[in-house]
């Protein structure tokens, strides 16, 4: 008997077993349960494809709960009811854990309902025990046991001279409401302690010590659950053992559960007082002395702080300086001498403006400042698991965030489509795969480890929520993963309201290195014919698969042949060719975005501490309780990425504005307002300017959260056009330049520098990008052992070369490129002799310095004109008369060496030129902005 009810086991007539008897009634259950029940769960059916058939049943709805264990290491499979699923990736836990899974509604078939597993690979599912209810109402629940409450004399004196005083001696020190930290959550210095247990279940099944925890771990009888860490003695033991038979009676009455959680409780009135959760409230526009000094209002913040400092600002830059600053600030490339020398001559007070416009309609801003979002949300063109798998469809999301910037989506909908795009209807069919493509944030998430049935997908959503935090709220919210927020107000429970958001989201598989092959990737096809696209795949795929086999077979077959004969060679080479043929004619156009996935039966995974395979209180899908907890609809069964969305970009949550308008003028000025765009929270630096930074917030929003309308107003103002010379006092007062007494001089970052190169080289392809040349995917063989690994030369914007997650170009690992493996909120500027040396010897730079050379000597006669025309292109202004002087002497110099070294004499001019040109990229001046 098992809850008071007879359970049939597996002679009964009406059932049908598939699977592998087994029976270990050794292992320490977890929890502890009582002995009818453990003996039923020790007693199981297992393997990778279990089947338990219910027969001789009564036709109409009924309801299943199944009884699952683990008597060895965690294990993952899929749990289906009459072939549907009803519970993917179940993770069955460490030894001993068992759980009680259902209720699921099914109707039977002629009698008959199935419950199955699938474990494919070396996966196993342990079946223990299935209830069956008849009808689809409400399941009757058990009387469960109950602590005594009513206490007589011989309770109260049993419990103070037997139970209280051990208690107090060896378990208060970590599970008392006044220790320092209590362990396993378990509070042991109240009855309401006692009855609540602690992280890992009931501490007492009052009446029943075996099913108590507490006594097992007094016994020692499980090494995992050891308390105290001394064994008490027998007697002692025994004591609490008839305790428990008597009920557990405890007349403490004292809550100290409750005590213990005011503790640790968040002050939520207090945690919103933190300055970047504080609402967001457009501040007054101070006043100045040098009141004609600002262009705009964003001077108007700058210059009052420098006047309450005693400092006084740089003068402006020329404007050789500006044009320079602004297009290499917008669009990565450096302005032609032709646009140099139309803005010196645009005597108008707008003709600044007007370079700033032009140059935010240009492509290249796009591509420019594309880039540095992909820094932030760590994009890659691979998977990052062990083998490092590509992800040849990774290129459109790329391409959408530069379409974005270019089309100056605003950023509430930039934030929703990414999260979302997938949920969001579109007007046109272009429109609805822009959005999915844009999905492709989540589908970029890291993957780890090489295995596919216990693949750690809590890794995954871990990766994405610790990105979603940093990228869009700048918050460390992965810090709760396993305890609440050591410096922040973000509880446990926070984290995992939003990993149920995520666990109940379908990701692309890129392939791994035990299954080598994509899927779950979403067709790019007309409005309302993804059902028909995915019908027509279904035969596309057992194609290819057909295919594919008999190419592996021909190979088998050639060599177990001693001799090849040219029929046999012909034949392999044939099925290989036929494969990649039909891959060609066949694969559907396709991105890795996502498709919807239910989490069980709609609802919300379990909170765990540290560890998936250890499941806590359930916690409903929400936002952070710090920035207004909204939460699903109960019955909500969709993903929630939606409604996630749509909490981030609400104009009510302060940190989305505050957050990218800082990223934004980070851009632009080197560094933040905020010095740690990534972290808004008490580990990060405050504002230099708190004022300014909530106005240009204010500002992003009532712009239609314009990003383009930011870059105006920055770039507009006269803060923004000072010269980068500083006086002495400054430099003294402010050394880091905090207070923008003038512009920060800063270098050039890898990709402007490399694409620079490729424009003065005139080698520059301005083509629409192509796909990257990865192989085929009949031809990944990738493992740990040899994983991906390929670096794809190419004449494109740098933002265009191919990312790998697990190996960095070699190119923008010597120039501080981003980590594709986390989010890079703020590059590092190294100098290091590997980058001057690149700059002398690599055979790119020589190849870009042959062909700027030949359009130097092309372009006059005398070497005087042709110096003047390299410094003129290369560093955007006339060369002076002393750099004149010793760049002719250089040349003749160069010349006269090549001849001695018997140079021959019609490459002698080239080569010549080539190392003067050389020259100019070692600069100082050719890597720094002014």
């Not at 086999?549 to 044939?574: H, I, L, P």
């Not at 004022?691 to 383009?708: R, Y």
């Not at 190419?794 to 997650?805: D, E």
Request: aromatic residues 8%; hydrophobic residues 35%; proline residues 7%.
């Amino acid at each position: 008997m098992v809850d008071g009810r007879a359970w049939d086991g597996t002679d009964a007539t009406n059932v049908t077993i598939s699977g592998k008897r087994f029976e270990n009634q050794a292992v320490a259950l977890k929890p502890a349960t009582d002995p009818k029940r453990a003996q039923m769960i020790r007693s199981s059916v297992w393997g990778d494809k279990v089947s338990v058939e219910l027969t001789g049943l009564g036709e109409g709805a009924h309801q299943v709960f199944l009884y699952v264990w683990e008597d060895t290491i965690n294990e993952q499979f899929d749990l289906l009811v009459n072939d549907h699923v009803v519970f993917e990736k179940f993770n069955s836990g460490t030894a001993g854990s068992w759980r009680k899974l259902g209720p699921w509604k099914c109707e039977s078939r002629e009698g008959k309902i199935k419950v199955s597993a699938r474990a494919p690979g070396h996966g196993a599912a342990n079946f223990s025990g299935i209830e069956l209810w008849a009808g689809d109402g409400a399941i009757p629940e058990l009387a469960k046991p109950q602590f005594v409450t009513t206490l007589t004399p011989e309770h109260m004196e049993f419990f103070e001279r037997k139970i209280r005083p051990v208690l107090v001696e060896h378990c208060y020190e970590c599970h008392s409401s006044g220790a320092k930290k209590i362990k396993g959550g378990l509070v042991l210095d109240s009855r309401a302690g006692v009855m609540k247990g602690g992280d890992t279940g009931a501490a007492i099944t009052p009446g029943d010590p075996e099913a108590s925890l507490l006594i097992q771990a007094m016994r020692h009888a499980d090494p995992a659950l050891v308390m105290p860490k001394q064994k008490l003695p027998d007697h002692v033991i025994a004591d609490f053992e008839t305790w428990v038979k008597m009920g557990a009676p405890d007349p403490r009455i004292e809550d100290t559960v409750a005590v213990a959680q005011a503790k640790s409780a968040i002050d939520w009135n207090k945690a919103r007082e933190w300055w970047s959760f504080r609402p967001l409230k457009a501040p007054p526009v101070p006043g100045v002395k040098q009141k004609r000094w600002a262009k705009n209002d964003l001077d108007r913040f700058i210059l009052a702080r420098l006047e309450k400092e005693n400092l006084k600002p740089a003068p402006d830059a020329e404007k050789r300086v500006l044009i320079r600053r602004a297009t290499f600030d917008l669009t990565g490339l450096p302005p032609t001498p032709e646009e140099i020398e139309a803005f010196l001559k645009d005597k108008s007070r707008d003709a600044f403006a007007k370079v700033v416009d032009r140059l935010l309609a240009s492509p290249s801003y796009g591509e420019r400042w594309g880039r540095h979002w992909l820094d932030v949300v760590r994009y890659a063109d691979t998977a990052g698991d062990n083998s490092d798998f590509p992800i040849p469809q990774m290129h459109r999301y790329r391409d959408w965030v530069i379409s974005a910037f270019n089309r100056d989506l605003p950023y509430d909908q930039f934030v929703r489509e990414q999260l979302a795009g997938d949920l969001l209807p579109g007007k046109t069919t272009q429109e609805s795969h822009d959005r999915l493509i844009a999905t492709g944030y989540i589908a970029n998430a890291r993957r780890f480890g090489s295995r596919v049935d216990d693949y750690p997908q809590h890794l995954t959503i871990e990766d994405t929520l610790d990105n979603l935090g940093k990228a869009f709220l700048g918050l460390t919210i992965n810090c709760a993963r396993c305890h609440d927020h050591k410096f922040d107000p973000i509880p446990t429970a926070d984290y995992y309201a939003l990993y149920g958001i995520f666990n109940s989201t379908r990701y692309p598989w890129p392939g791994i290195e035990l299954e080598q092959k994509q899927r779950d990737l979403v067709p790019l096809v007309e409005t309302g014919k993804l059902a028909e696209a995915e019908a027509a795949r279904k035969p596309c795929d057992a194609e290819k698969g057909r295919l594919e086999r008999r190419c592996r077979s021909s190979r088998t077959s050639s060599r177990k042949s001693r001799r090849r004969q040219e029929g046999a060679r012909g034949q392999d080479q044939g099925a290989e060719q036929a494969v990649k043929e039909f891959v060609k004619k066949a694969a559907l156009l396709s991105s890795p975005t996502l498709s919807p996935r239910r989490s069980e039966l709609g609802t919300p995974p379990s909170r765990s501490k540290a560890t998936p395979a250890k499941p806590g209180d359930v916690v409903p899908r929400r936002f952070l309780t710090v920035l207004g907890a909204q939460s699903l609809p109960p019955n909500e069964t969709s993903s929630g990425r939606r409604q996630l969305a749509d909490w981030i970009a609400d104009y009510n949550n302060p940190l989305a504005a505050r957050v990218m308008a800082n990223r934004i003028w980070q851009y632009h000025f080197g560094k933040g307002l905020v010095p740690t765009p990534n972290d808004f929270g008490k580990q990060g630096k405050p504002p230099t300017h708190p004022e300014l930074l909530d106005w240009l917030a204010s500002q992003f929003i009532e712009s239609g959260w314009s990003m383009k309308a930011m870059h105006r107003l920055i770039m507009r103002s006269r803060t923004y056009q000072l010269a980068s010379t500083r006086s002495d006092d400054a430099i003294a007062r402010d050394a880091n330049n905090d207070l923008l007494c003038s512009f920060p001089r800063r270098r050039l970052d890898a990709e402007s520098i490399r694409d620079t190169l490729l424009v003065l080289g005139g080698n520059l392809d301005t083509s629409p990008p192509k796909p990257h040349p990865f192989p085929p995917q009949t031809e990944w063989k990738f493992t740990q052992h040899n994983p991906f690994k390929a670096v794809y030369e190419s004449k494109r914007r740098s933002v265009y070369l191919m990312t790998q997650r697990i190996q960095r170009h070699p190119y923008l690992a010597i120039f501080d490129g981003a980590d594709p493996s986390t989010s890079t909120a703020a590059r590092t500027t190294s100098t290091t002799p590997l980058q001057a040396l690149f700059l002398l010897n690599d055979k790119f730079v020589h190849e870009q310095s042959q062909a700027f050379a030949a359009r130097v000597v092309a372009a006059a006669e005398s070497d005087e004109a042709r110096f003047k025309f390299a410094c003129q292109t290369a560093l955007g202004r006339p060369a002076e008369r002393e750099e004149l002087d010793r760049g002719l002497a250089f040349l003749n110099d160069t010349r006269t060496k090549l001849r001695e070294s018997g140079a021959q004499s019609e490459k002698i001019e080239s080569e010549s030129w080539q190392a003067m040109v050389r020259v100019l990229f070692r600069l100082n001046e050719f890597v720094y902005l002014d």
